[in-house]
């Protein structure tokens, strides 16, 4: 089963625009949380991270929202670019390195 | 680029085939990754070595996939009698021990059974 949930499964944005994608979670023991960028074609690249002990950590025109009591977290994009353009996905940790994915969300920022 | 680098970057094999892939992790990192990734779906994980111990393996890892790391560098990863239920994209990744460390993902096999 899926042990995280993540949507929209995909979104349409303008340039200048803010992107936001949601993921839930059910196993309490998660501990670290992070999303990662996929263009087609390469392999996942980590933007940003958090652990539960803070509710939000803000990295350029990105910035994670974490809610420990609704075991929510989500990712926004500020003043979205074109090369923006990806697959976001979330995920989420008990173990160091064992990721459980979301199943992702196609962003296309239009001009 | 001192990435993780895998290969082949494709392969296409027919239904039966015994396939086998390669991964370079980064140098200085002792923990490796593989991962499956299918079409419009995020990464799953399929099992990870320390060094050259295989500490944990998915349930998604039959009888017919093996992954090796013999002297704790460069992994590979075998699919006997292949199905075309294994097209995929296969990842690997790797980090060290420190746990401010991320996983670094390399760019993927891609691999098709006809």
């Known amino acids: 089963q899926q042990q995280v949930k993540q949507s929209p499964q995909s979104l349409i944005v303008q340039k200048g625009g803010i992107s936001i994608i949601n993921c839930a979670y059910e196993?309490?023991?998660?501990?670290?949380f992070p999303w990662y960028q996929q263009f087609p074609g390469k392999g996942p690249a980590l933007l940003i991270a958090i652990r539960p002990d803070v509710s939000e950590k803000k990295e350029g025109r990105f910035t994670i929202s974490f809610n420990k009591s609704a075991k929510q977290f989500s990712l926004h994009i500020m003043d979205s670019q074109p090369g923006d353009s990806a697959t976001y996905f979330c995920?989420?940790?008990?173990?160091?390195?064992?990721?459980?994915f979301g199943a992702g969300t196609q962003v296309v920022v239009t001009p | 680029d001192t990435g993780v680098s895998q290969n082949p970057r494709h392969k296409i094999t027919k239904r039966g085939q015994n396939v086998t892939f390669r991964c370079d992790p980064i140098s200085e990192h002792n923990r490796l990754y593989w991962y499956r990734q299918t079409l419009g779906q995020g990464p799953e994980f399929l099992t990870y070595?320390?060094?050259?111990?295989?500490?944990?393996k998915s349930r998604l890892l039959s009888d017919r996939f093996s992954a090796e790391r013999p002297k704790g560098s460069f992994s590979t990863l075998e699919i006997q009698r292949t199905e075309q239920g294994d097209s995929a994209m296969y990842l690997c990744a790797s980090t060290t021990p420190d746990l401010a460390s991320p996983l670094h993902f390399g760019n993927g096999t891609r691999l098709t059974v006809t």
């Open positions: 995920a989420a940790s008990a173990s160091w390195g064992k990721l459980q």
């Open positions: 196993n309490t023991a998660f501990d670290y």
């Open positions: 070595f320390q060094n050259e111990a295989q500490l944990e």
